[in-house]
């Protein structure tokens, strides 16, 4: 890995609420290096998200700031691309043409029609769906759609790829198989990725290192913990590994030793916050998708 590209810096959020101010974060630091996946865990409510989406760019944090590769970041832009749990696919272009899509934005005036079409096949075959690239989302499985959503944020080129939940919504089969596909991925691109997940076994697999959150409000990083496998990993083999279990276990006792305290927030409290910043958030969305 190369040397450290992205700055979480002292990073806190409030939003307003019908009950008066909610801080959602407080104080979360985090360098990240280039190359590096990272995986965010945590108990709902606890900011996972939030975090994912001051990257992006689509909140703007109320004290501290992020910081890529020496500039600060205030709004959505295509070096980071994002891949959210729901496909968000339009229905009425091809696989093809979503991804088209986001290389015009980016590429419009730096790649030929030609280089274009072959850019947007490449990254069609890299999550292998090449085969389909020609159908509408109403065609196709909901583990292809994913792909396609990995191939339109990879197709623009990002420096990092943000992740919340991405394989959430799927079976346990469909899931294992974009799982390999994403590390290959990752393996030849040496992207920089951040990903949101609520599997302990995803994060143990992907990560280089696991940033456990603390229950919210007032959220911060409770621990982080490095996933020192070797690459590439193999999860059959994995599955009898003395030092993933160990991991593993190591992820799972901070998660109950949170659960068990008290200053886990009401679902009503994490549900009207979640309902205020989705609000923010969606005022920037078309710019990320524009982007």
């Known amino acids: 890995m190369s040397k450290e590209h992205l700055n979480i810096d002292h990073v806190s959020i409030e939003f307003d609420t019908p009950k008066?101010?909610?801080?959602?974060?407080?104080?979360?630091?985090?360098?990240?290096?280039k190359g590096e996946f990272v995986s965010l865990i945590g108990h709902s409510?606890?900011?996972?998200?939030?975090?994912?989406?001051?990257?992006?760019?689509?909140?703007?944090?109320?004290?501290?700031?992020?910081?890529?590769?020496?500039?600060?970041v205030n709004e959505p832009g295509p070096e980071r691309a994002v891949v959210f749990q729901n496909h968000s696919l339009l229905p009425w272009l091809t696989a093809y043409e979503n991804v088209e899509l986001a290389v015009k934005q980016v590429f419009k005036r730096k790649k030929s029609k030609k280089e274009m079409r072959e850019w947007i096949e490449h990254n069609l075959a890299l999550v292998h769906m090449e085969h389909a690239m020609h159908k509408r989302?109403?065609?196709?499985?909901?583990?292809m759609k994913q792909r396609v959503g990995i191939a339109r944020a990879l197709a623009m080129e990002p420096t990092v790829l943000l992740m919340d939940e991405p394989f959430g919504a799927l079976d346990a089969l469909t899931r294992s198989h974009l799982q390999d596909s994403l590390m290959e991925i990752q393996r030849d691109l040496k992207n920089t990725v951040v990903m949101i997940t609520h599997d302990v076994d995803e994060a143990v697999l992907l990560s280089d290192r696991?940033?456990?959150?603390t229950n919210g409000p007032a959220a911060s990083i409770g621990d982080i913990l490095e996933v020192d496998l070797p690459r590439p990993r193999e999860r059959l083999v994995l599955a009898d590994d003395a030092h993933y279990n160990h991991l593993r276990a190591e992820v799972l006792r901070f998660l109950h030793e949170r659960h068990s305290k008290p200053d886990v927030p009401t679902i009503g409290k994490v549900q009207e916050v979640e309902q205020v910043g989705a609000a923010e958030k969606a005022e920037k969305d078309n710019k990320l998708d524009a982007a």
């Open 20 to 33: 008066g101010k909610f801080k959602a974060l407080d104080n979360v630091s985090l360098k990240i290096s």
């Open 45 to 72: 409510g606890c900011g996972k998200s939030t975090v994912l989406n001051i990257i992006a760019g689509l909140l703007q944090a109320t004290e501290g700031g992020i910081v890529l590769d020496g500039k600060e």
């Open 137 to 143: 989302p109403d065609e196709i499985s909901g583990g």
């Open 210 to 213: 696991i940033v456990m959150m």
